[in-house]
């Protein structure tokens, strides 16, 4: 553990931390469509945000990090900032906005060279230097040197020496980047970092960044009840209450054929990359909808990629309850999610704050339960006499026998019983020894592999 930053605490333990050192922040702030998320790509070097002509794609707070002459830093990409357009997200990407410019030690506010001056880049500039901020004035799409001209008359809005760029091509971010380096303030000591990450995946508006925003005591990322609103999938170091792990807001996941926009194309993507490097995933479903076909291809996703799961049913204050309700329901999605249902489910209701810590709590539990390690002595002399008592039936005339047991280095849990005819083994007689394994030691919501290899 360490102290994080004060104005973290601000802000909900916001913390950008990726290799053990935690760094400084460069926000990249403007009107849309003037390049952001394309300068952002550039210095991260990956399309990490989604960049499209469509002004107003990006919505959230999206960190990376760079480097420059040996010297890393951290970039936050936020939406374009604006006012009186008829983007539903408009007030809540100014929200967003600010709190980047709060976060940041330095602000990089872009304008484009061939629009001039306008309104909303007035308004941004009065922002910033109410602010405080150190800011460089970044002028985007200088393609060539007649377009150098133009970028006189951004010294109006008072903010000094403009830097002419551009973020397609790249051209004069030498220059930007070596000031940016010049005023950045000291990185923390390096700190070794392994953490969980904990993944919030599900169809779209069933409230994963309404949990995220819960859990985090901020307004994170944005919160409408327009489905797909979140675009990207967003990281956030949460810390605090003894917990330490990442914690992933991604993209409702629609099925294929409702998949129409380029945008949405690229958000499942991410959404989809999101659960493939997490430790665990916290499926989210609507109370009043139930468990639906997406929600079983989603988890479905989840077990092959072999990753820890929590199923969280939100908006349970919606429902019309008996004594018995929270038990039929949970044994109906059992049923639903048969063979693999060893998995915990918890009912919330995100809105109210009704038990949302215990998703945390069940989460970090998978987690360790995911990492878990058997010694060799131990299973063997648990599962043999088990094993003895109740042999694989015998096939085709054949006694089979199993020998020997032992937990394979993998990240997942994985077993190898060593037998004389693997071949033999059929799969009711898999899933009782995984039975037994699970009910003698916990592994509730993690996917278990069994192998069955020539003695």
Request: neutral net charge.
């Amino acid at each position: 553990m360490f102290s994080l930053r004060p104005f973290f605490d601000k802000v909900g333990y916001l913390c950008t931390e990726f290799n053990g050192k935690i760094m400084s922040l460069v926000a990249i702030v403007g009107r849309p469509n003037v390049g952001k998320s394309t300068f952002f790509n550039r210095l991260v070097g990956m399309r990490q945000a989604i960049v499209d002509s469509t002004a107003g794609t990006t919505r959230d707070r999206h960190y990376g990090k760079t480097d420059w002459n040996g010297r890393e830093f951290s970039l936050i990409d936020t939406g374009g900032y604006s006012v009186g357009s008829d983007d539903a997200f408009e007030e809540e990407i100014r929200k967003q906005v600010h709190l980047a410019i709060d976060e940041a030690d330095i602000i990089l506010f872009m304008v484009e060279v061939s629009t001039g001056i306008t309104d909303l880049d007035q308004m941004v500039a009065d922002v910033l230097r109410r602010s405080g901020k150190k800011t460089l004035l970044v002028v985007n799409k200088v393609d060539n040197y007649d377009l150098i001209y133009g970028s006189n008359e951004f010294y109006a809005l008072g903010l000094g020496d403009p830097f002419c760029i551009s973020s397609m091509s790249g051209s004069g971010t030498g220059d930007l980047m070596d000031k940016i380096v010049e005023l950045l303030p000291e990185d923390r000591p390096e700190v070794v970092d392994e953490l969980p990450r904990i993944t919030i995946v599900g169809r779209p508006n069933v409230g994963k960044s309404s949990l995220t925003n819960a859990l985090l005591g901020t307004e994170r990322n944005i919160v409408t009840n327009i489905a797909g609103t979140t675009r990207d999938s967003i990281n956030t170091r949460y810390n605090k209450y003894g917990l330490d792990f990442y914690l992933v807001d991604t993209a409702g996941l629609r099925k294929k054929g409702k998949v129409t926009e380029d945008l949405e194309f690229y958000s499942v993507m991410r959404s989809i990359r999101a659960i493939e490097n997490s430790d665990v995933c916290v499926l989210m479903l609507d109370a009043r909808q139930g468990i639906e076909s997406q929600d079983m291809n989603i988890f479905s996703l989840i077990v092959r990629n072999k990753k820890g799961c929590v199923i969280v049913v939100n908006k349970w204050d919606l429902i019309e309850k008996g004594n018995n309700t929270m038990k039929e329901w949970k044994e109906a999605l059992q049923a639903k999610l048969a063979p693999f249902n060893d998995v915990p489910i918890i009912f919330t209701s995100v809105i109210n704050k009704q038990r949302i810590m215990e998703v945390l709590q069940t989460a970090i539990q998978v987690y360790e339960a995911r990492n878990r390690r058997i010694p060799t002595s131990e299973l063997n002399e648990f599962l043999l006499p088990i094993i003895e008592e109740t042999p694989p039936p015998m096939t085709k005339g054949k006694y089979i026998r199993i020998k020997y047991v032992t937990q394979l280095p993998t990240v997942s849990p994985s077993f190898a019983f060593f037998v004389n005819l693997p071949q033999y083994i059929r799969d009711h007689y898999r899933r009782f020894l995984e039975n037994k394994i699970r009910e003698h030691w916990d592994f509730c919501g993690v996917p278990m592999q069994i192998y069955f290899r020539q003695k």
